[in-house]
């Protein structure tokens, strides 16, 4: 089993960077790929990134790419979310996500969560 903590949220304006952090717990960390996920007031939760165990392969939403920049950190048993350009849209509460594949599986739900790290970006 993998716990996860987020940190890092904040208010911040636009055009301004922010990283988010993600402590995770369990030995099986280093075998898993992580991922976050974002969801706004009034909306669902959409995907953000993912990483594989490794960190050798990254997915990212349309949205964010070319933006946003996952890594990972597996000595540590963190996850990070560099986030550059931000713009009023990625006001959101963000979710550090595991999922019990060495490869991140579009298909299928994350199988464990953060409590989240809200981020606000004002215009």
């Known amino acids: 089993q993998v716990h996860v903590l987020e940190s890092g949220g904040g208010l911040v304006q636009a055009g301004g960077s922010l990283r988010l952090s993600c402590a995770a717990s369990?030995?099986?960390?280093?075998?898993?790929?992580m991922g976050w996920f974002r969801q706004a007031p009034g909306t669902e939760r959409e995907f953000v990134a993912s990483?594989?165990?490794?960190?050798?392969?990254?997915y990212y939403a349309d949205s964010v790419k070319g933006r946003f920049t996952i890594s990972r950190d597996n000595a540590k048993n963190m996850v990070y979310l560099q986030m550059n350009s931000l713009k009023p849209e990625d006001t959101a509460d963000y979710y550090c996500?595991?999922?019990?594949?060495?490869?991140?599986?579009?298909?299928?739900?994350?199988?464990?969560w953060g409590q989240g790290t809200q981020v606000t970006v004002s215009s």
């Open positions: 996500v595991s999922q019990r594949s060495p490869y991140w599986e579009s298909a299928r739900e994350p199988d464990y």
């Open positions: 369990g030995r099986t960390f280093s075998y898993y790929a």
């Open positions: 990483i594989s165990y490794s960190g050798g392969t990254t």
